[in-house]
């Protein structure tokens, strides 16, 4: 069966995931439409740039790096009035602490049409390298993503304590470069020994995974001298003790759905 491939259009700007750094995580559509683009506005400290090169090779490549959101949005709106496919490339998935707000918002003022191409997140590309789910039955069906107030503070009711307080996995960006301070805040409404894991640059070549505790794991971070490009799991969905004992509901033999008879699974009675 063929696949239904959308026409690319000139004259737009794509928001793209570029994934959380592995090339082969970039989805086909993104890829497509990288391809074919004119301009691409690249996230450079994060999107591995000479790797997707060999994607589209033709194209003006701009590192935002440097650049303000002013003179960003002023390199799509020049692609956009030049007719060219233009393309922001995002690191992750740019739903996800991808400041794709403000520059849409001034896309609309200007009557630009632009669309969303969405990526594989580092929280998924971590939950890969750990091998593990983020939820489990009975242990946790609820995935909390946050960061920590840096330069952007965080609005009213959404501090890490309280956001932690819930026990469900919680999953925060942004902030490992503060991680005394923020395993010292969580140690106040979890528990020491509950499981955790850090990862760093999922998916790439230089992936680093610490484990351990929320007692241990700051020791362990700074042992492996993580320091940036780095996200934070907690929960008792990582304790592999745990993890041998969940069974889901929907896979028992005496589950029935709209897909499986269930199965008696009663001893016989006594004749």
């Given at each position: 069966?063929?696949?239904?491939?959308?026409?690319?259009?000139?004259?737009?700007?794509?928001?793209?995931?570029?994934?959380?750094?592995?090339?082969?995580?970039?989805?086909?559509?993104?890829?497509?439409?990288?391809?074919?683009?004119?301009?691409?506005?690249?996230?450079?400290?994060?999107?591995?740039?000479?790797a997707l090169h060999d994607l589209n090779d033709r194209g003006l490549w701009v590192d935002s790096a440097g650049l303000?959101?002013?003179?960003?949005?002023?390199?799509?709106?020049?692609?956009?009035?030049?007719?060219?496919?233009?393309?922001?490339?995002?690191?992750?998935?740019?739903?996800?602490?991808?400041?794709?707000?403000?520059?849409?918002?001034?896309?609309?003022?200007?009557?630009i049409p632009w669309e969303v191409v969405p990526g594989v997140s580092s929280v998924f590309a971590a939950a890969a390298a750990l091998r593990m789910e983020l939820t489990l039955p009975e242990v946790s069906q609820t995935v909390i993503l946050t960061r920590t107030a840096g330069r952007t503070p965080m609005p009213p009711g959404e501090e890490i304590e309280a956001l932690a307080s819930h026990g469900a996995t919680l999953v925060i960006f942004l902030s490992i470069d503060r991680i005394e301070e923020l395993v010292a805040r969580l140690a106040t409404v979890r528990d020491p020994e509950?499981?955790?894991?850090?990862?760093?640059?999922a998916s790439w070549d230089n992936e680093v995974v610490c484990r351990g505790t929320l007692?241990?794991?700051?020791?362990?971070?700074?042992?492996?001298?993580?320091?940036?490009?780095?996200?934070l799991i907690m929960g008792d969905a990582l304790d592999p003790e745990r993890r041998k004992k969940a069974r889901s509901r929907l896979y028992a033999a005496d589950f029935t759905h709209g897909f499986r008879e269930g199965k008696n699974t009663d001893p016989p009675s006594p004749s």
């Open positions: 069966m063929a696949l239904n491939i959308r026409k690319t259009e000139r004259g737009r700007v794509y928001f793209i995931g570029a994934g959380p750094g592995d090339p082969d995580l970039l989805t086909v559509r993104g890829a497509r439409i990288l391809s074919e683009a004119d301009r691409i506005v690249f996230a450079g400290s994060l999107v591995p740039e000479p303000t959101r002013e003179e960003i949005v002023g390199q799509l709106v020049e692609g956009v009035s030049k007719g060219e496919i233009v393309v922001r490339l995002a690191s992750g998935d740019p739903s996800i602490f991808g400041a794709m707000a403000e520059m849409t918002t001034e896309l609309d003022n200007r009557g509950t499981p955790v894991a850090v990862v760093a640059r007692a241990t794991i700051g020791g362990e971070v700074r042992k492996a001298r993580v320091m940036r490009q780095a996200l």
